[in-house]
């Protein structure tokens, strides 16, 4: 014989059960024992007391939720205000560094490209005879030098601190030493 299981007896005391499983509660004893059981649990589910607060706290933790946000935001706030005075510093300070490293720098080229001009008489030979190449050459060079000279003599003084300005010495300072390497070949080809 087959029983009803749990879910047909709370259909059955629901009263939502099928006609089968009400006609087997009221004929067999094993199912109308758990149909008592379940009663009974139900009755002692009903029985157990009530647990509630014993007041209401819904305030007291309105109100810490609460601090913690404003305390969270006036973080928050600081350290914005912490990060924003740290740009400005920085801000402020970082051109000034540069432009010192830029005067450094610009110091360096400029020395470095009179130190050439200085190589560059101990080289010249008197106009003594070239080769076209040579001739063409040096030319270009010294047009190009001529151009920068210009680009140079352009620029103003408060511009001193300016990465362009020391990028112009340093192609200058390249073309000077290209230069160089011209006429001290042909110094040491004509020495020969």
């Known amino acids: 014989m087959m029983h009803c299981t749990m879910d047909d007896l709370v259909a059955v005391r629901d009263g939502e059960g099928s006609v089968w499983a009400r006609r087997h509660v009221e004929e067999c004893d094993i199912c109308r024992s758990e149909m008592d059981a379940l009663y009974q ?7 157990l007391p009530a647990l509630r607060p014993p ?6 933790v309105r109100d810490v939720i609460t601090a913690e946000r404003a305390q969270r935001g006036r973080r928050w706030a600081r350290g914005g205000l912490l990060l924003a005075a740290a740009f400005a510093g920085l801000m402020v300070l970082l051109p000034l560094m540069h432009g010192r490293a830029y005067a450094d720098e610009l110091a360096q080229v400029k020395q470095h490209s009179a130190q050439l001009e200085d190589s560059l008489q101990l ?10 190449s040579e001739a063409d050459l040096t030319a270009q060079l010294e047009d190009q030098i001529a151009a920068l000279d210009g680009r140079l003599s352009q620029l103003s003084e408060r511009a ?3 990465a362009q300005l020391v990028d112009l010495w ?6 000077m030493q290209q230069l160089v390497q ?11």
């Open 55 to 60: 007041r209401d706290r819904w305030p007291m």
């Open 41 to 47: 649990r139900v009755a002692q589910l009903k029985a």
């Open 182 to 192: 011209v006429r001290v070949t042909r110094a040491n080809y004509v020495g020969l």
């Open 160 to 162: 001193a601190q300016d």
């Open 123 to 132: 080289y010249d030979l008197d106009g003594r005879v070239m080769s076209g």
């Open 170 to 175: 340093r192609q200058r300072v390249d073309l």
